[in-house]
Nanobody
């Protein structure tokens, strides 16, 4: 069974940066495609970014493109989300997700989820 543990959330000022980490266990990490989703207060969970198991391909939601960077270190079984130029509307619980199958921005493609980490951007 794959387990995902996020860390790195917290309070940050508008314009600041934060890096989230997601460490996986239970399966060879390079066989997992990883993604980040987020749920803002009162809203549905939405796709943020994904990265293929090899790290060779990434994709981003338009709302974060150019500001966020998803990456991974297969030697450390960890995926990252570097968040720059943060805005109050980035305030959300951020979830790490993983799949061994098709990768996309759809939640239903992901079999494994972390517990979430809160990011709050103050104005």
């Amino acid at each position: 069974q794959v387990q995902l543990v996020e860390s790195g959330g917290g309070l940050v000022q508008t314009g600041g940066s934060r890096r989230l980490s997601c460490t996986a266990s239970g399966r060879t990490f390079s066989t997992l495609h990883m993604a980040w989703f987020r749920r803002a207060p009162g809203k549905e969970r939405e796709f943020v970014a994904y990265i293929y198991g090899s790290g060779g391909s990434t994709n981003y939601a338009n709302s974060v493109k150019g500001r966020f960077i998803i990456s991974r270190d297969n030697g450390k079984n960890t995926a990252y989300l570097q968040m720059n130029s943060l805005k109050p509307e980035d305030t959300a619980v951020y979830y790490c997700a993983a799949t061994g199958g098709w990768v996309s921005g759809e939640e239903s493609n992901y079999n494994y989820w972390g517990q979430g980490t809160q990011v709050t951007v103050s104005s």
